[in-house]
């Protein structure tokens, strides 16, 4: 079975512009979960979606948002980078609320 | 915030040897994770804990979870070249909104 897809792999922006980062989960799964992981640090939560609805966020700005469709995919999108916005943001899937979680590779994002 | 101490920052250790890593937490967790990161790719999960004072085995593998809540502990016998990477500690609080509170991670050198 396929693990969990994210898309693109790897992205370069500049400052000011807009990204959507696209995220498939296991199949059967109906969690999805964002994180941003910055160079020489551990992942930081971003959101959890589950069954279409936002169950939780973690300390962002109002820049990030995300939202989950009704076959259980992602997206992230973040307006008006910075070039601190530069890091891997990872996907993770889950069957349930409270399940174990799965990770995606990550895409990387670049900002200059 | 909730904190994650996790050390050591990082580790070179001759093959054969022995590995041991902890992690403290600020606050109390209902489950501990660990959790390898290889260049490239997303982080996968190698021991789940989910009771005080839990002790789990995976392989090679061995974690706790302390009696207080607040802290864990990852052990790798004989190590092997393959178990270069980087290792992190997680903390989560099912049930809420299931975020996970990630360490920064030991990072694992093998000298050959």
Redesign the interface.
Known sequence: DAG?TQSPTHLIKTRGQQVTLRCSPISGHK?V?W?QQVL??????IF?YYEKEE?????FPDRFSARQFPNYSSELNVNALLLGDSALY?C?S?WA??G???????TRLLVL | GQQLNQSPQSMFIQEGEDVSMNCTSSSIFNTWLWYKQDPGEGPVLLIALYKAGELTSNGRLTAQFGITRKDSFLNISASIPSDVGIYFCAGQLRGRDDKIIFGKGTRLHILP
């Not at chain 1, 020489?40 to 939560?45: A, D, E, K, L, V």
């Not at chain 1, 169950?55 to 300390?59: D, F, K, M």
């Not at chain 1, 174990?100 to 990550?106: A, E, K």
């Open positions: 969990v969690s979960s994180y020489g640090q551990g992942p930081q939560f959890q169950r939780g966020r973690g300390n990872l993770a889950s609320q409270g174990t979680q799965y990770f995606g590779p990550g």
